[in-house]
């Protein structure tokens, strides 16, 4: 079945591997690489992948907004680039579908996990650079990319400031409250205070994207007892 979907993807991605291994290992989660006593799983592509999807990334925005500064072309990147982000573009090619699995990790909610399609998502770039070049890699990325020409900048933080400031005439607090995973792919959670009073919670593969989503948890939450 996941040899099938495999070829599928292939097809919809519009990229076909000269090594079909290197495909594989990109799709391969730590946990089956353990139980099948495999070598390789994808956690050095998805490093990999995350380096080459920042760089194109970075050269499309700097050629598609030519008169924006440095502190606009970065808040457009790590938008683009963000776990929720590539998770969303993980989806439009079922990418869940494809990963190998480890028994005990196989269920169709951790098949759609953010965390998890992002991080497919990652390696799969660096298996496509890998196998066919950074042309090849360009032109995978830019698919996803130019059929977004509206690129909206949220920031949440900002938002919730302005929401907490009007209500109770302070700042709200940020604090990381959990770190997991490997140096190479962290990820944190974070929570929104204020008073010491719980707003939010969020999750982000940096700080700065954690308290994003916590801001942004916060302002529902707020909406909600309004």
Not at 122 to 150: C, M, P, Q, W
Not at 187 to 192: L, M, N, P, Q, R
């Amino acid at each position: 079945m996941l040899n099938k979907s495999r070829e599928k993807l292939q097809e919809i991605i519009e990229y076909r591997f000269n090594d079909i291994e290197v495909l594989t290992t990109a799709l391969t989660h730590r946990s089956y690489a353990t139980e099948t006593s495999r070598k390789n799983c994808n956690e050095r592509m998805e490093f990999l992948g995350d380096s080459i999807l920042s760089a194109v990334v970075a050269e499309a925005l700097y050629l598609r907004y030519p008169y924006e500064n440095e502190g606009k072309l970065s808040q457009l990147k790590s938008q683009i680039v963000s776990a929720h982000n590539l998770s969303g573009w993980a989806r439009e090619v079922d990418l869940g579908d494809c990963v190998y699995l480890g028994k005990n990790e196989d269920t169709k909610e951790a098949r759609q996990r953010e965390s998890l399609l992002c991080d497919v998502f990652e390696a799969v770039t660096g298996a496509i650079y890998l196998d066919g070049g950074f042309e090849n890699v360009k032109k995978f990325v830019l698919k996803f990319l130019d059929s977004h020409k509206e690129i909206i900048i949220t920031d949440y933080k900002s938002r919730l400031q302005e929401i907490i400031q009007s209500i109770y005439k302070e700042l709200p607090e940020y604090k990381i409250i959990k770190e997991s995973g490997y140096d190479h792919s962290k990820k944190f959670e974070a929570a929104v205070y204020i008073k010491n009073k719980l707003l939010g919670k969020g999750m982000g593969n940096s700080k700065k994207e954690a308290q994003q989503f916590a801001a942004k948890q916060a302002m529902k939450n707020i909406v909600k007892t309004e």
